[in-house]
């Protein structure tokens, strides 16, 4: 069992930035391999949506609304997973969850290609 814990939320001011952090306890960030992670999002009454993939070699995938403010990064040597967000907004409050697997297609920003799931971290944005 892959247990995925992630860190790095908190609250800040639109604009601000921040650095979400996500340890994994299995290799899954390993670049040789087929795995696959992610970072997901869920606001408050909302669907929870994907915002960024990253596949074991690196390819990476976003979602429309956050590109070009959020970078999806791994350290292979610390089994972490990174989503470092610039030029946050109040529409980015969300709790903020990892996510691993080994899906066909990687990367990928759908929730049902993931096996395993972090606690998630809260980000909130004020205006």
């Known amino acids: 069992e892959v247990q995925l814990m992630e860190s790095g939320g908190g609250s800040v001011q639109a604009g601000g930035s921040l650095r979400l952090s996500c340890t994994s306890s299995?290799?899954?960030?390993?670049?040789?391999?087929?795995?696959?992670m992610a970072w997901f999002r869920q606001a408050p009454g909302k669907e929870r949506e994907g915002v960024a993939s990253?596949?074991?070699?690196?390819?990476?995938t976003y979602a429309d609304s956050v590109k070009g403010r959020f970078t999806i990064s791994k350290d292979n040597a610390e089994n972490t997973l990174y989503l470092q967000i610039h030029s946050l907004k109040p529409d980015d409050t969300a709790m903020y969850y990892c996510a691993a697997g080994v899906p066909y297609v990687c990367p990928t920003l759908s929730g049902f290609d993931y096996k395993y799931w972090g606690q998630g971290t809260q980000v909130t944005v004020s205006s």
């Open positions: 299995d290799d899954y960030t390993n670049t040789g391999s087929n795995s696959c």
């Open positions: 990253i596949r074991g070699f690196g390819r990476t």
